[in-house]
Nanobody
Framework: QVRLVESGGGLVQSGGSLRLSCAAS????????MGWYRQAPGKQRELVAGITSGGTTNYADSVKGRFTISRDNAKNTVYLQMNSLKDEDTAVYYC???????????????WGQGTQVTVSS
């Protein structure tokens, strides 16, 4: 079994900061790309930021310069530092990881349960 557990969401005022964490556990041989997605009410889930196993990152235009994604491969954990938060950042944030469970197995996508981020003005 593989689990992704997110933490760090909550309520914050506009202009504030939050740091999300997502730890992968269970039967894991290796983790390729990891990322954060978000889904606001009535909208489709969208990619916020992604990071490869080598540390290459990419961001949605709406968060560039405000959010930073990072990972600790030794801890199978990915982080999202969110600064200068805006009302439009309010959403449920989901962690995603591409995981290989055995040396010769195939890579599968796994999702966390989601964590609510609410930005109030």
């Amino acid at each position: 079994q593989v689990r992704l557990v997110e933490s760090g969401g909550g309520l914050v005022q506009s202009g504030g900061s939050l740091r999300l964490s997502c730890a992968a556990s269970g039967s894991i041989f290796s983790i390729n790309d990891m990322g954060w997605y978000r889904q606001a009410p009535g909208k489709q889930r969208e990619l916020v930021a992604g990071i490869t196993s080598g540390g290459t990152t990419n961001y949605a235009d709406s968060v560039k310069g405000r959010f930073t994604i990072s990972r600790d491969n030794a801890k199978n954990t990915v982080y999202l530092q969110m600064n200068s938060l805006k009302d439009e950042d309010t959403a449920v944030y989901y962690c995603n990881a591409a995981i290989r469970k055995t040396r010769y197995g195939y890579v599968e996508p796994y999702w966390g349960q989601g964590t609510q981020v609410t930005v109030s003005s």
